[in-house]
């Protein structure tokens, strides 16, 4: 939908006889604009509900865990990347458990165990 409007705003700019300085100027605008509406995302799952989510997935008790916010693709698309660890006091497992930030779907787990110190 905004390619299209940004179209035709090019196509009358060029009809209208105005200058190509505002061509050069206008179309990298309105591209810019484009992106930026793209990529701009509600995220839906915060950072609890993806603790969450990452407890279920993982195949151990979970202890505890922490989530970071990170992005991946051409738009930014949010996923959240939860860490979490095993119950007890001193945890034989961890997992990496990626959570799209928008549906709340878990999109990877990587588990292993970890060594006693």
């Known amino acids: ?3 299209g409007m940004a179209a035709v705003a090019v196509y ?3 009809a209208s006889g105005v200058d190509e300085m505002w061509v050069f100027a206008v179309v990298p605008l309105v591209g810019i604009a484009v992106y930026s ?5 509600k995220i839906k799952i915060t950072d609890m509900d993806a603790i969450g989510l990452a407890a279920d997935a993982a195949s151990f008790d ?3 865990g922490s989530a970071t916010l990170g992005f991946r693709g051409a738009l930014a698309k949010p996923v959240w990347q939860v860490l979490v ?6 945890p034989d497992h961890q997992a990496l458990v990626t959570i799209d930030a928008l549906t709340g779907d878990v999109t990877g787990i990587y588990e292993e165990a970890v060594a006693a110190p």
């Open 85 to 90: 660890f095993a119950a007890g006091s001193t």
């Open 12 to 14: 009358l700019t060029v």
């Open 37 to 41: 509406f793209a990529g701009g995302w």
């Open 62 to 64: 979970f202890g505890h």
């Open 1 to 3: 939908m905004y390619l």
